[in-house]
């Protein structure tokens, strides 16, 4: 951790107030960022807390509807990231937006080639690159194109270009979730190379213990708002935690779900069991079990492995790493058709995305997976269809007007309670949640919390992710923290409190003793 | 972080309210098809005669065989646009089978039954190919379709050396010049083509599947639907029907020219898919509006060219017809 040599350094950037809209939904309410010259500034926040958007605000990519930006003391307008970075704030995205078909010389010096009687002076060019680089100690061939370098290299030649338009404040967007310990390395050295020569980073990231290894300051939002900023060295990771989630650490309150009693004579032997699951660098060393009527729950911060540990149970992706069981025999699922063939069922958090098919029915959606179950011969039996269609239209309560309405005119709730209907037609053993209430409106998500609750009390294995804590807490029966792409605590519902629970999330473990940092 | 959602309300209001755009884009070319009988009942004359069916329903027969494999690539979200070389390849392959440059079988009929079979199946074949290429390697479908569209005719030129194969075998041509019940037969075999299409989209395991890939195929994967083997499957059928459309053409014209045969096809066969409503982005596919949209196209030119309007201009009207239908499409989605 440090901090600038002598006092305070001037104000760079100070955002006030922002207000942003999208189609009459407010994403920023009242965000507010100050950043000092040559400051490393983390910004931090849950997922839609706000914080893409009010870098996209800042960068010219998105209009304010009010709030005020002073860059160097003058007020900043721009209306293009491309302006921004004219005017000397350069943002590096998680994705790397460079041209890998295109020289590294070409990469960096895009948008501002030198010429020499009207032609391209490469000798300059190259020169150039070569110089940018240097600053980094980073010595490579300028000439090759930029695909060939590794990932770690290609942000470098990303922030040589960035620096390139003499930037005075660089915005790192989640620059390391792509990289590996070493390259993290790099990527922090270029980070104090570029404080000491004053200029200015912000920093966002999910990693926390990034935060603290190369930030001075750090700004927390939530909701499109900005609610703590604070000195990385005044403010422990838990608060952090805290802070970003919106709980008060110390204040547990009542009953927040509608899960209800659980009823833990309902739970049987174990089912399921994953040991040192890994896959790259999101999962990297899983263990868990789960058991017949039992509720486990993954709680996490983003990034923390939750959703990619849950694919590769479902064989939506390929483990490359560790043993999972089924039922007592080898499991070790190649594509989703295996894992149902298993038992299992999967609702995505990404509902529309890889959940419903728009275009299709409510009856259509709700037997996809059932398809072959419902048919003789290959020839749909419509009579079945629709006994199972309207039975769980009936059971699970689902708006719609029928069973031909087309599935994207529900609502999300709706929407969820038909993917849910997917896959209980389907009579599964074990079913995956991943954010099952996300989105969705009060009524329908205290539905749902109860007919998980009921499922499982019939013998149902539920592994259900969420980023709520009131429904880790009061949902799940055993509670599993993962940080870093590792499963670092597990706890028993009777013994779990919120306290615990961010703590673990903070920092890998649930000893409360280890609260300070 | 994403953006929060747009809010279903504003997509319920506009559900509601009488779509218009919604209205035409599914009955567009219903009534645009009575328009034109409409217009050359009272304009052309003989119009209303067996004749004028025939002509009409002999002409656009081949590009509904097409057009149905097409419909059926389309809706998993897909385009084959070798469809016309393939017709080039088949209608190449068998003359040289039932003429028995390849194999000297003796009997016509087994000759000619072989010829069929083997063309209609090494287009069928070929039409595999582009299933692989599309799903094992994830090449978009218009530059993997886009190889055998090149090469294809290529092929049929090569296996022809380029000449032109002349010949009068009544046992095969029945295909294309037979007419029982003053039915031509190339209009019986569409007939089935279409009504077996249509009832294994709407009605069977494999036609569901079809549309779930197209309307939503990383959920139709997660659902265990075998998303590579669907994908494999249209490009089969798609050039099994390419394959039968080359024999129905080579048949009628006595003759077959690889430079000539379904030349173009794939842009006739796009086209009638897209006037018939069918979703170009896939998930959404009806078979009887493929048929409807081939008869459109096919009726606008013969009203033109019927009235003393050049084939050249009715070219332009046809160019109108599917811009007008893809618009259509657009606003009722947007």
């Known amino acids: 951790m440090t901090r600038p040599p002598d006092g305070p350094s001037p104000l760079?950037?100070?955002?006030?107030?922002?207000?942003?809209?999208?189609?009459?939904?407010?994403?920023?309410?009242?965000a507010s960022l100050s950043v000092r010259s040559g400051e490393v500034h983390a910004l931090i926040g849950q997922n839609g807390a706000g914080k893409s958007t009010l870098i996209k605000v800042l960068t010219g990519y998105h209009r304010k509807d009010a709030g005020q930006v002073l860059f160097e003391g003058k007020p900043f307008e721009v209306h293009s990231p491309h302006q921004a970075q004219v005017n000397g704030i350069s943002t590096i995205y998680q994705e790397i937006n460079l041209v890998p078909l295109r020289s590294v010389t070409e990469n960096i010096c895009l948008g501002r080639e030198k010429r020499r009687y009207g032609l391209l002076d490469w000798n300059a060019m190259?020169?150039?690159?070569?110089?940018?680089?240097?600053?980094?100690?980073?010595?490579?061939?300028?000439?090759?194109?930029?695909?060939?370098?590794n990932t770690a290299t290609q942000q470098m030649v990303a922030i040589a270009r960035a620096i390139g338009f003499s930037a005075r404040l660089v915005i790192m967007d989640e620059p390391t979730s792509s990289l590996d310990e070493r390259e993290v390395g790099v990527l922090f050295g270029v980070i104090r190379q570029l404080k000491a020569?004053?200029?200015?980073?912000?920093?966002?990231?999910?990693?926390?213990?990034?935060?603290?290894?190369?930030?001075?300051?750090?700004?927390?939002?939530r909701d499109g708002r900005t609610v703590r900023n604070a000195a990385m060295e005044e403010i422990g990771k838990l608060e952090l935690v805290a802070a970003m989630l919106g709980r008060d650490v110390a204040a547990v309150e009542g009953h927040a779900t509608a899960f209800g009693e659980r009823d833990r004579s309902r739970i049987g032997d174990v089912m399921f069991s994953a040991r040192g699951l890994g896959a790259g660098q999101a999962v990297r060393g899983?263990?868990?079990?789960?058991?017949?009527?039992e509720i486990a729950g993954f709680a996490g911060l983003l990034g923390a492995g939750r959703t990619e540990t849950a694919r590769l149970v479902f064989g939506?992706?390929?483990?490359?790493?560790?043993?999972m069981t089924m039922e007592g025999s080898n499991y070790n699922p190649q594509r989703p058709?295996?894992?149902?063939?298993?038992?299992?069922?999967?609702?995505?958090?990404?509902?529309?995305?890889?959940?419903?098919?728009p275009e299709m029915t409510v009856a259509e959606n709700l037997t996809l997976a059932l398809l072959p179950k419902i048919s003789r011969n290959g020839v749909l039996d419509e009579q079945r269809q629709r006994e199972v269609v309207q039975r769980f239209i009936r059971e699970l309560g689902i708006k719609c007007s029928g069973p031909n309405q087309k599935v994207r005119e529900l609502s999300g709730g709706n929407q969820q309670k038909v993917l849910l209907a997917r896959w209980l037609a389907m009579n599964p053993k074990l079913l995956i949640l991943d954010e099952p209430t996300r989105g969705i409106d009060v009524g329908a998500k205290g539905e749902i919390q109860r007919l998980i609750r009921g499922l499982a009390d019939q013998g149902l294995g539920v592994l259900m992710i969420s980023s709520e804590l009131e429904e880790i807490i009061e949902g799940a029966d055993r509670i599993f923290v993962l940080r870093d792409g590792v499963s670092v605590t597990e706890l028993e519902?009777?013994?779990?409190?919120?306290?615990?629970?961010?703590?673990?999330?903070?920092?890998?473990?649930?000893?409360?003793?280890?609260?300070?940092? | 972080m994403t953006e929060l959602p747009r809010s279903y309300a504003d997509r319920d209001a506009v559900a509601r309210s009488f779509d218009l755009f919604g209205f035409l884009s599914r009955y567009g070319t219903v009534i645009a098809l009575v328009l034109l009988v409409a217009f050359n009942l009272a304009f052309t004359r003989n119009f209303a005669t067996m004749q004028t069916l025939n002509v009409n329903l002999t002409q656009v027969c081949t590009i509904v065989i097409v057009a149905v494999g097409m419909t059926l690539v389309i809706a998993t979200g897909g385009i084959d646009l070798s469809v016309g070389s393939l017709m080039a390849i088949s209608g190449a392959l068998a003359p040289m089978i039932f003429l028995g440059k390849i194999l000297p079988i003796g009997s016509i009929y087994l000759n000619v039954a072989a010829a069929m079979i083997m063309s209609v199946l090494v287009a069928g074949l070929l039409g595999l190919f582009n299933g692989w290429l599309v799903a094992r390697f994830r090449i978009q479908p218009i530059v993997a379709t886009l190889v055998l569209f090149i090469a294809g005719r290529g092929i049929a030129q090569v296996m022809t050396n380029g000449n032109l194969q002349t010949f009068r075998v009544p046992e095969f041509q029945w295909i294309g010049l037979a007419r029982p019940l003053d039915i031509p037969a190339q209009v019986i075999i569409m007939a089935v083509i279409v009504a077996a299409a249509a009832w294994a989209l709407k009605k069977t395991l494999f036609g569901r599947c079809i549309l779930a890939v197209g309307g939503n195929e990383r959920a139709s994967e997660l659902a265990g639907i075998a998303v590579s083997r669907i994908k494999l499957a249209v490009y089969g059928i798609s050039g099994l029907c390419a394959g039968l459309a080359g024999l129905i053409v080579i048949a009628i014209n006595s003759s077959s020219d690889a430079n000539l045969v379904g030349l173009g096809m794939e842009l006739d066969a796009i086209a009638a898919v897209a006037v018939g409503g069918t979703l170009l982005s896939g998930g959404k596919a009806t078979i009887v509006g493929t048929l409807l949209g081939a008869l459109t196209i096919q009726l606008v030119r013969y009203t033109l060219l019927a009235n003393g309007v050049p084939d050249a201009a009715a070219l332009v009207v046809k160019a109108g017809i599917i811009a007008l239908a893809v618009w259509l499409q657009q606003q009722h989605r947007g």
């Open chain 1, 12 to 30: 760079l950037l100070d955002i006030r107030d922002i207000q942003k809209r999208f189609a009459g939904i407010p994403a920023l309410v009242d």
């Open chain 1, 126 to 149: 190259h020169a150039e690159a070569e110089r940018l680089l240097s600053r980094f100690s980073i010595g490579m061939d300028v000439g090759r194109p930029l695909g060939e370098f």
């Open chain 1, 197 to 221: 020569e004053g200029v200015s980073v912000i920093f966002v990231s999910h990693k926390l213990d990034e935060l603290y290894e190369v930030c001075d300051q750090v700004t927390i939002m």
């Open chain 1, 286 to 293: 899983v263990s868990f079990d789960l058991r017949r009527g």
């Open chain 1, 316 to 323: 939506a992706d390929r483990a490359n790493a560790g043993e």
């Open chain 1, 337 to 357: 058709a295996d894992a149902i063939v298993a038992g299992m069922g999967f609702c995505t958090e990404d509902r529309k995305g890889e959940g419903i098919v």
């Open chain 1, 493 to 517: 519902a009777e013994d779990a409190n919120e306290e615990k629970v961010l703590t673990a999330m903070a920092h890998g473990t649930s000893a409360s003793s280890e609260a300070a940092t």
